[in-house]
């Protein structure tokens, strides 16, 4: 069974820091370009970050320089690393497999 488990969001102020964490089951993972993407309240779902299967990553504009991915493959982990957050980033963070697998989404909350 293909599974995506999220884990690591939660409260925390303007400038501090999170890191998230997905888990992957089922499938090869080494092979598959893994990502983050959130959705706000009323917004569209839209993307925070990529890494390939090779670890070339991409970012959005707005945490470039915050925001870090990682993946371990040995562990069938994609991590990211949230510094400097802002309320702005307030949102549901969910992990992506390319095939279009998603995970069950993990609420992160910046707010003082």
């Known amino acids: 069974q293909v599974q995506l488990v999220e884990s690591g969001g939660g409260l925390v102020q303007p400038g501090g820091s999170l890191r998230l964490s997905c888990a992957a089951s089922?499938?090869?993972?080494?092979?598959?370009?893994m990502g983050w993407y959130r959705q706000a309240p009323g917004k569209q779902r839209e993307l925070v970050a990529k890494?390939?299967?090779?670890?070339?990553?991409n970012y959005a504009d707005s945490v470039k320089g915050r925001f870090t991915i990682s993946r371990d493959n040995a562990k069938k982990t994609v991590d990211l690393q949230m510094n400097n957050l802002k309320p702005e980033d307030t949102a549901v963070y969910y992990c992506?497999?390319?095939?279009?697998?998603w995970g069950q989404g993990t609420q992160v909350t910046v707010s003082s």
């Open positions: 992506w497999g390319s095939g279009d697998i």
């Open positions: 089922g499938i090869i993972f080494s092979i598959y370009n």
């Open positions: 890494i390939t299967s090779i670890s070339t990553t």
